[in-house]
């Protein structure tokens, strides 16, 4: 059973910014793909971003092209999500999802493993 802890959320000012961690454990091998989705207060959960098992492909929602980036450790095991130029509209919980794929997938019926979330909040 794959188990994934986040860590990183926290309090940040308008155009700060903020390194999330997602570390897998529970499976030797790495070879899964790895997202983040996040919720906002009275919305839905929505896609972030993804990343295949190498590194080698990622995808991106529009709303965070070009500001945050995701990638990979050495052991391709934690994912770390780095997000530049926040906005107030970031401001949301977090979450690391896995999924048993090669491709990468944004939809969140994909993704089987979810971690507890992380708050991250954008603030004047």
């Known amino acids: 059973q794959l188990r994934l802890v986040e860590s990183g959320g926290g309090l940040v000012q308008l155009g700060g910014s903020l390194r999330l961690s997602c570390a897998p454990s529970g499976r030797t091998s790495s070879d899964f793909l790895m997202g983040w989705f996040r919720q906002a207060p009275g919305k839905e959960r929505e896609f972030v971003v993804a990343i295949n098992w190498s590194g080698s492909r990622t995808e991106y929602a529009d709303s965070v092209k070009g500001r945050f980036t995701i990638s990979r450790g050495n052991a391709r095991n934690t994912v770390y999500l780095q997000m530049n130029n926040l906005k107030a509209e970031d401001t949301a919980v977090y979450y690391c999802?896995?999924?048993?794929?090669?491709?990468?997938?944004?939809?969140?019926?994909?993704?089987?493993?979810w971690g507890q979330g992380t708050q991250v909040t954008v603030g004047s």
């Open positions: 999802a896995a999924a048993d794929y090669s491709y990468i997938y944004t939809a969140e019926y994909d993704y089987d493993y």
